[in-house]
């Protein structure tokens, strides 16, 4: 199984701010995903990157994957309370492995 | 297009009963895995099928959970001789490739 650790575990901020996630591995990864996930409810995908320095933006969020592949950020700017839940960032092995390896979450709160 | 669909959202169960979760993956979807989150733990892969063949079943308990997704239907996760233990929600993903995986809203087991 390769460990996936994300950091900071808690995040509280004020609206209009901007945070930075992270998540990070010793291991390396064919692909990583990021997750968001409420309460009571699923993972909802937000992104899947899969080439070392990859660079994807999606509004107010930026992806970011290490050149090396074992690592991630994950990137919010001007931060809205509808920005708050877990955030999951999730792996897979090698090109054939397809079970997701996840990471225990960073839990953002954005206070209005 | 609906997402992944899994029934029942919460199951009450009582130590050595049988608890069973279906899961309907998104249409087109031939790749289904199966992930348990334990309380305060993060997800845990289990189980990784395609039509009537199992992949992956390396993150599945040895003994009283199986796992099928018959040609027809959905696939189902069996947990046999349940244990207070078994309390969990759990999660179904489906792939296209195998590779972004859409999760369903879950399961929540408590066995009592």
């Known amino acids: 199984t390769q460990l996936l650790e994300q950091s900071p575990q808690f995040l509280s901020i004020q609206e209009g701010e901007n945070l930075t996630v992270y998540c990070n591995s010793s291991?390396?990864?064919?692909?990583l995903q990021w997750y968001r996930q409420e309460p009571g409810e699923g993972p909802v995908l937000l992104v899947t990157v899969v080439t070392g320095g990859e660079v994807k933006k999606l509004k107010r969020l930026t992806f970011q994957f290490g050149d090396a592949r074992k690592d991630s950020s994950l990137h919010i700017t001007a931060a809205q309370p509808g920005d708050t839940g877990l955030y999951l960032c999730?792996?897979?092995?090698?090109?054939?492995?397809?079970?997701?390896?996840f990471g225990a979450g960073t839990t953002v709160t954005v206070r209005a | 297009n609906a997402g992944v669909m899994q029934n029942p959202r919460h199951l009450v169960r009582r130590r050595g009963q049988e608890a069973r979760l279906r899961c309907s993956p998104m249409?087109?979807?031939?790749?289904v895995y199966w992930y348990r989150q334990l309380p305060e733990e993060g997800l845990k892969f289990m189980v990784y099928l395609q039509k009537e063949n199992i992949i992956d079943e390396s993150g599945m308990p040895k003994e009283r959970f199986s796992a099928e997704f018959p040609k027809e239907g959905p696939s189902i996760l069996r947990i046999q001789q349940v244990v207070r233990g078994d309390s969990a929600a759990y999660f179904c993903?489906?792939?296209?490739?195998?590779?972004?995986?859409?999760f369903g809203p879950g399961t929540r087991l408590t066995v009592l």
């Open positions: 993903a489906s792939s296209l490739t195998g590779y972004e995986q859409f």
């Open positions: 291991s390396v990864f064919s692909s």
């Open positions: 999730a792996g897979t092995g090698d090109s054939n492995d397809y079970k997701l390896s």
């Open positions: 249409k087109g979807h031939s790749h």
